[in-house]
C-alpha cells in the first residue's frame, strides 16, 4: 500500500489545491477528523483533507474525489460523510484513479493494485476489470456533470 509519507506531499498538496481542497497533516498516533473508516484512512470536513504520514495514498485521493464529485450544496456541510448515490461513488472511484495519474510517484497500475488490496468491489471482480467495462457509465456522468471533458479528461473543475 503506497503511504503518502513516502511521496512528495507538496505535488500532492497541489493537486488538491487546484480542486479548492487543503491538505492538512495530522500528528502520528492522532486521529484523523473526518475519517468515515477511522485508523488511518483520510478525512473530510469542510474543503480540508487531513490525512497522518501513513495514510494510503489511495484514501486521499478517494475523500479528494469525493469533495469533486459531490454537489456544492453537499460539499458546503461537509463533515465526514460524503453520501451520494452509488454512480456517484463510481464517479469517484474514477477521478480517484485520473488522480494518481497525475503524481509521477503514483500512476494507474499502483492506483488500481492498491484499490484491490484495500477491498474495493466492483461486480467484474477487480478494478482493472471494471475499468475496462462497466465503468463506462461513471465516465458518461463525470462528464455529464463537467467534472471530466468530452474526451474523458480531468477538467480541473469541481461538480456544479
Excluded at 485521493?61 to 454537489?71: K, N, S, Y
Excluded at 465503468?135 to 469541481?158: N, P
Amino acid at each position: 500500500m503506497q503511504l503518502i509519507g513516502g511521496l512528495d506531499r507538496l505535488l500532492i498538496a497541489q493537486l488538491l489545491g487546484a480542486y479548492d481542497l487543503e491538505l492538512r497533516l495530522i500528528a502520528e498516533g492522532e486521529s484523523i477528523p473526518g475519517s468515515f473508516w477511522g485508523d488511518s484512512e483520510a478525512g473530510l470536513r469542510g474543503s480540508v483533507l487531513y490525512a497522518r504520514l501513513d495514510t494510503p495514498l489511495h484514501s486521499v485521493l478517494h475523500e479528494a474525489a469525493h469533495f469533486i464529485c459531490m454537489t456544492p450544496e453537499r460539499r458546503s456541510g461537509l463533515d465526514t460523510d460524503a453520501g451520494g448515490d452509488a454512480l456517484e461513488e463510481c464517479g469517484v472511484c474514477y477521478v480517484q484513479i485520473l488522480l494518481a495519474e497525475v503524481l509521477p510517484q503514483a500512476g494507474r497500475a499502483r492506483a488500481v493494485a492498491d484499490m484491490d488490496a484495500w477491498g474495493y468491489s466492483f461486480r467484474e471482480g477487480s478494478t482493472s476489470a471494471w475499468l475496462a467495462g462497466d465503468a463506462a457509465d461513471a465516465r458518461a456522468w463525470l462528464i455529464a456533470k463537467g467534472v471530466l471533458t468530452d474526451e474523458g479528461e480531468l477538467s480541473g473543475e469541481l461538480r456544479v
